[in-house]
């Protein structure tokens, strides 16, 4: 089945101008967990295509400011990939890759640094939230 979808893929990735989310990891593991260790998958995937550009992405769901989460992305440099690449190599490149930009942002994270971060979206405070705000500036 495996084989199957990674042929699916590159045929659609020759056919239409689409992007593809994929978790090459290929087993799911804890967000923090290293070494990353990829699957070949995604190395076979840039041999037969034509022209892709890969981009890697960090999310990380974190309590910062408030009792709801924030999900904190990162994205990294595009690779661009021609179809000529060699799967081991190219495979350790990409977690070498995947690595460094997942541990800048845990460091940036556990560091404080999130000013560059761009708000996307915000829930609005609820009454409560607002009823303690408004009291707060009362005192």
């Known amino acids: 089945e495996t084989l199957k979808t990674l042929k699916y893929c590159i045929d659609f990735l020759n056919k239409e101008k689409i992007s593809l989310w994929l978790f090459p990891q290929g087993i799911i593991k804890p967000p923090n967990h290293r070494p990353l260790e990829f699957q070949k998958g995604l190395s076979f995937i840039a041999q037969k295509v034509k022209h892709?550009?890969?981009?890697?992405?960090?999310?990380?769901?974190?309590?910062?400011?408030?009792?709801?989460?924030?999900?904190?992305?990162?994205?990294?440099?595009?690779?661009?990939?021609?179809?000529?690449?060699?799967?081991?190599?190219?495979?350790?490149?990409?977690?070498?890759?995947?690595?460094?930009?997942?541990?800048?942002?845990?460091?940036?994270?556990?560091?404080?640094?999130?000013?560059?971060y761009k708000i996307m979206f915000k829930k609005r405070a609820g009454f409560w939230k607002s009823l303690e705000r408004f009291l707060k500036a009362r005192i």
Request: net charge negative.
């Open 52 to 116: 892709v550009n890969l981009f890697p992405i960090a999310i990380q769901y974190v309590f910062l400011r408030q009792a709801m989460p924030e999900v904190l992305i990162d994205v990294g440099k595009p690779i661009v990939v021609n179809g000529e690449v060699d799967k081991d190599n190219f495979t350790q490149y990409l977690e070498n890759n995947f690595t460094e930009l997942l541990d800048n942002q845990l460091h940036n994270i556990s560091e404080g640094n999130i000013q560059d």
